[in-house]
């Protein structure tokens, strides 16, 4: 056991330290959540719709699409110079290659969160204070719902002809769950709402999280190549 | 009897089995028009429904069929399962099409809009949604053993996403209730009509054997041929 947590840290290391050296495609999902935030503020009547109407789907529309740039990263960084077969070839087991594989893209999305909700909360003009703790349950597990689907579709992809076109329209039927129940309970926090009106969508987002983890590690095996 | 006789005379049985569906569907189109009584509230519009239905039962089955085909292939590993998952699937889809073509026809009339976010019809659009992508991505992958495991992949996680979107758009639904949707609940069918839906029903599991039987073998005589290029080259 300790064995299999330090493989999987030792990948997510592995895939940060890539990614802290060119930092490229942590800035380009961080310039892209900016820029869907402040385009999707003026995809509205400003007469007839209020900023805090839309906001909810604003944040998380930005949220899934700047997931997808780093997920589509995920695979594609191991498909040069066969670093898939580097990994695969050291003595941990499959599964713990997907969980730190899952590990670091839960990083990326997470980071890419952390900074986009305080720019949400200053472009919207919502208030969270007292909401916070909701707000971050809600984003951790939506997250890790769309980020255990998603790595595993990742690593399929890159071995198809269009990858970076594949992911999105595979990945986005599986969203529709995780993302409507956080919309929904995005809506429900800002509006300062009771808990027992979200209750409903939360046990929705942990019993999807909770099958499709299982199903995620279970099936990442399937996608290798004997 | 060699591989490619025997996927020729598969196409021929699924020709011969379209082929009287057909027939038997042409045979359901006149007893509608002709010999069912017409609906007192929907009138004419009402008789999309003998299309509408047996579609929407076929597609839901053949997806089904997909995703439980996909979960034997992960145990067996044989590509023919593959390939029958991969008919259903193609053969769902182009029910799905015609579903959701006849769907909005009939709702103009009867509903007064052509579309509603209703749980039934969201879900169904989803599910669409994803097996159209399972077609797409099949075609984007070219080793044959891949693609078999690939899309068994989809099909397994697709079977467990179903329950999902049915939930989410009950509770979205449910949660927002729409005072637009004017939806009447089903009135119980006469007999002469039943009898009209159900041998519809029927015509179009029939039509859909007849498809996947004749989509299976094309797959089958496809490989074939990629195989004999390989060789050769």
Redesign the interface.
């Given at each position: 056991m300790r064995d299999y947590t330090r493989a999987v840290f030792a990948i997510i290391a592995k895939d940060a330290t890539v990614e802290w050296r060119t930092k490229t495609a942590f800035l380009s999902a961080m310039v892209f959540a900016v820029l869907v935030l402040s385009i999707l503020f003026f995809a509205r009547d400003p007469t007839a719709v209020s900023s805090l109407d839309i906001a909810p789907g604003a944040l998380w529309v930005t949220f899934t699409f700047a997931a997808m740039l780093g997920l589509n990263r995920a695979f594609l960084l191991e498909r040069e110079n066969g670093a898939m077969d580097g990994l695969l070839l050291t003595p941990v087991p499959r599964s713990a290659i997907f969980v730190g594989k899952m590990g670091g893209n839960l990083l990326f999305v997470a980071l890419v969160e952390l900074i986009s909700i305080p720019l949400f909360v200053m472009f919207y003009n919502v208030s969270l204070a007292a909401r916070l703790p909701q707000l971050i349950a809600v984003t951790a597990m939506a997250t890790v719902a769309f980020v255990a689907v998603g790595t595993l579709l990742s690593a399929m992809v890159v071995r198809t002809r269009f990858a970076e076109l594949m992911l999105p329209v595979l990945l986005l039927p599986f969203l529709i769950p995780p993302v409507v129940a956080a919309v929904q309970i995005t809506a429900r926090v800002l509006a300062e709402r009771p808990l027992s009106e979200m209750m409903g969508w939360f046990k929705l987002l942990a019993a999807f999280d909770i099958v499709f983890c299982v199903l995620s590690v279970l099936l990442f095996e399937v996608t290798l190549d004997e | 009897m060699t591989r490619r006789d025997k996927a020729l005379g598969l196409a021929r049985t699924g020709q011969i089995v379209t082929l009287v569906a057909l027939l038997a569907l042409a045979g359901v189109f006149v007893r509608a028009l002709m010999f069912t009584p017409m609906d007192r509230l929907q009138g004419l519009a009402q008789k999309i429904l003998y299309m509408h239905a047996p579609a929407a039962i076929t597609a839901l089955m053949a997806y089904a069929v997909c995703g439980i085909l996909s979960i034997i292939y992960?145990g067996l590993r044989d590509r023919r399962l593959d390939r029958a998952a991969a008919a259903s699937a193609e053969v769902g889809v182009v029910f799905s099409v015609m579903l959701l073509i006849t769907g909005p026809l009939w709702g103009k009339p009867v509903w007064g809009t052509w579309w509603t976010w209703d749980a039934r019809l969201t879900s169904t659009l989803?599910?669409f949604?994803?097996f159209?992508?399972?077609l797409?991505?099949r075609d984007?992958?070219?080793d044959p053993d891949?693609r078999a495991?690939?899309s068994?992949?989809?099909g397994?996680?697709?079977l467990?996403?179903v329950p999902?979107?049915h939930?989410?758009v009950y509770?979205?639904r449910t949660?927002h209730p729409d005072p637009m949707l004017i939806k009447p609940s089903a009135p119980a069918m006469p007999g002469v009509m039943l009898a009209t839906m159900l041998s519809s029903i029927g015509v179009f599991g029939l039509l859909y054997v007849g498809f996947v039987v004749q989509r299976y073998a094309l797959a089958d005589l496809q490989e074939l041929r990629n195989e004999e290029m390989m060789r050769d080259s």
């Open positions: - | 992960l989803f599910i949604l994803l159209v992508g399972y797409i991505m984007a992958v070219i891949q495991r690939f068994s992949v989809i397994v996680l697709g467990a996403l999902f979107i939930l989410t509770l979205f949660l």
